[in-house]
């Protein structure tokens, strides 16, 4: 069955940078995309952004443009969320989605990561 | 930006039916897609594209949308279905859109 397994805990400084994996098992990884949603402490979910595993399209949401990055390695099946210049409300946990391989595809998060929390503190 | 409003909460007695709604302007043209977030996991697709069920999600999750509302209906509520629940939507070029949350709880 699908499998999204992520990296494990982080802590950070205010600054730097974060990157967090995510490794898929069970299904054809090229037909496919992959979303990053973060949940704040007690909030819903944040969309983030959203790569094709099928040829490295990337869609991501505006708020985050310019600090964040998304790639993937098809040997490895594995895709990767580098969140930089990270900020004390940065602190949340970070998961990975599977939807659609198009851009502006509407097809819905059916399997997702374990998450992955991020702490930002001095 | 596309907003979805959610009542922040929801109580029902057990086996009586639980109503969320989810507003948003002309909701009814695009696809809706629901979510159950129990504390401590990553939440779970229960509703997709308005109405279907994904495999596995027991019969009494429903969904419909139409105009400027779309509703996930749990019948037969049970304890377990004590969550959070989430409405989705794709608002094009800007991406993935979520609504705030609605808890339900069981009494």
């Known amino acids: 069955q699908v499998h999204l397994v992520q990296s494990g805990p982080e802590v950070k400084k205010p600054g730097a940078s974060v990157k967090v994996s995510c490794k898929a098992s069970g299904y054809m990884f090229t037909y496919y995309g992959i979303n990053w949603v973060r949940q704040l402490p007690g909030q819903g979910p944040e969309w983030m952004g959203w790569i094709s595993s099928h040829n490295g399209d990337t869609e991501y949401g505006q708020k985050f443009r310019g600090r964040l990055t998304m790639t993937t390695d098809t040997p490895t099946s594995t895709v990767f969320m580098e969140l930089g210049s990270l900020r004390f409300d940065d602190t949340a946990v970070y998961y990975c989605?599977?939807?659609?391989?198009?851009?502006?595809?509407?097809?819905?998060?059916?399997?997702w990561g374990q998450g992955t929390l991020v702490t930002v503190s001095s | 930006s596309y907003v979805l409003t959610q009542p922040p909460s929801v109580s029902v007695a057990p086996g009586q039916a639980a109503t969320i709604t989810c507003g948003g302007n002309?909701?009814?043209?695009?696809?809706v897609h629901w979510y159950q977030q129990k504390p401590g996991q990553a939440p779970l697709l229960v509703v997709q594209d308005d109405t279907d069920r994904p495999s596995g999600i027991p019969e009494r999750f429903s969904g419909t949308n139409s105009g400027n509302t779309a509703t996930l209906t749990i019948s037969r509520v049970e304890a377990g279905d004590e969550a959070d629940y989430y409405c989705q939507v794709r608002d094009g070029g800007n991406g993935y859109v979520f609504g705030i949350g609605t808890k339900v709880t069981v009494l």
């Open positions: 002309d909701i009814g043209s695009k696809s």
């Open positions: 989605a599977r939807s659609g391989r198009t851009t502006g595809t509407t097809r819905p998060f059916e399997h």
